[in-house]
Structure formats: structure tokens, C-alpha cells
């Protein structure tokens, strides 16, 4: 006899994931429509139907959520160390204008335009310098940030949702936008795990 309960309550739990996978599905086709044709034309049923799949217990909208925190802490810190560098290179102007202006006031007039050349040739130095080190930071910013996107790509794909892969095409890139937006926006409907307010 328990046989028979444990088989008819698997029945009952999969016409449950079905329901669950159809709602999802759903969803998915609704918000769809919102997206540019070019997109909807790229997202097929099938596409669509995997992604509600993986989205049925719950844990991708999880991971989705976790990533997007880590995102958003990455973001910070690099903009906050972007702030410090650009606060650095303020300091290291006015330091060398007050040094200047000093040097100039101590100088005698006959080698005032000697010193002034001479400045010139510095602040150029060290404008030079700060462009340097500006664009040496930006880089680095991008190749994070380029490293953050490679991140969730292979978390995504290892958690088995459909269309994310590593990759830096910029088509297929923004198709995984799509797909991380579509997700937020089940997720804000309350379409989570055994969530059904859609």
C-alpha cells in the first residue's frame, strides 16, 4: 500500500512542477512581448521553456539575486578607488601649484622666466603622469568588470540556465541582459520557487 501512496504523491508533485513550469513559461512569453522584435525572435520556445525549467525551484533566481549583490560591491569598490585616485591627483595639483607659486615669489625677477619653464616642463610631467595613471586604473576597471561578467556567465551556465555561456559577443551579451532582466522581473512578480503570484 505505501508503494501506491509514494507513486501517487510523485504523480501529484509532477503535475505540480508542470503546472508550475507552465505559469513560468507563461510569464516568460508575457515578458517577452516587451522586449525589442530582435530579441523575441532570438528567444524560441524552446529557449524559453529550458529557462522556465531552471528557474522551478527557485535557486536560480537566488543565484541571480547573489550575483547581482556581488556586482553591485564590485561596482562600488572600483568606483571608490577611481574617487581616491582622482582625489590623489587633486592633492598632487595643488601641492605643485602652491610650490610654484612659492618658487615664484622667492625668485628674483631676472630668472623669473626661467623658473616658469621649467615648471611648465613639470606640471606637463605630471599631467603626463596622472593621464597615465588614470587610464592604467580604467583599464582596470574594464578587465574587472569584463572578469565579473565571465564570472556569472559560467556560474549561470553550471546552474543550467538557457542561453548563458561564457562569451564576449556583443549581441549574444546583450541577450543574456535580456534573460538576467526577464528573470528579475518573474522574481519581482513573486514567481519564485513555490511562489505562483503571477
Known amino acids: 500500500m505505501e508503494r501506491y501512496t509514494g507513486a501517487f504523491e510523485e504523480a501529484v508533485d509532477g503535475a505540480r512542477q508542470q503546472e508550475r513550469h507552465y505559469q513560468l513559461l507563461s510569464a516568460l512569453q508575457s515578458l517577452?512581448?516587451?522586449?525589442?522584435?530582435?530579441?523575441?525572435?532570438?528567444?524560441?520556445?524552446?529557449?524559453?521553456?529550458?529557462?522556465?525549467?531552471?528557474?522551478?525551484?527557485?535557486?536560480?533566481?537566488?543565484?541571480?539575486?547573489?550575483l547581482l549583490e556581488i556586482q553591485h560591491l564590485t561596482e562600488k569598490s572600483l568606483y571608490n578607488q577611481r574617487l581616491r585616485l582622482q582625489n590623489?591627483?587633486?592633492v598632487l595639483r595643488q601641492a605643485l601649484r602652491q610650490k610654484h607659486q612659492e618658487a615664484q615669489q622667492a625668485c628674483r625677477p631676472h630668472n623669473l622666466p626661467v623658473l616658469q619653464a621649467a615648471q611648465q616642463r613639470e606640471l606637463e610631467a605630471v599631467e603626463h603622469r596622472i593621464r597615465?595613471?588614470?587610464?592604467?586604473?580604467?583599464?582596470?576597471?574594464?578587465?574587472?568588470?569584463?572578469?565579473?561578467?565571465?564570472?556569472?556567465?559560467?556560474?549561470?551556465?553550471?546552474?543550467g540556465v538557457a542561453g548563458f555561456y561564457v562569451t564576449t559577443n556583443p549581441q549574444e551579451l546583450t541577450l543574456q541582459m535580456n534573460l538576467l532582466e526577464l528573470i528579475r522581473k518573474l522574481q519581482q512578480?513573486?514567481?519564485?520557487?513555490?511562489?505562483?503570484?503571477?
Do not use: N, W
Open 32 to 66: 517577452v512581448k516587451e522586449l525589442p522584435s530582435s530579441f523575441q525572435q532570438r528567444l524560441s520556445y524552446t529557449t524559453l521553456s529550458d529557462l522556465a525549467l531552471a528557474l522551478l525551484d527557485g535557486t536560480v533566481f537566488e543565484i541571480v539575486q547573489g
Open 132 to 159: 597615465e595613471e588614470q587610464r592604467a586604473m580604467d583599464q582596470k576597471i574594464v578587465l574587472e568588470l569584463d572578469r565579473k561578467v565571465a564570472d556569472q556567465q559560467s556560474t549561470l551556465e553550471k546552474a
Open 88 to 90: 590623489e591627483h587633486r
Open 189 to 198: 512578480r513573486g514567481c519564485q520557487g513555490g511562489k505562483t503570484a503571477l
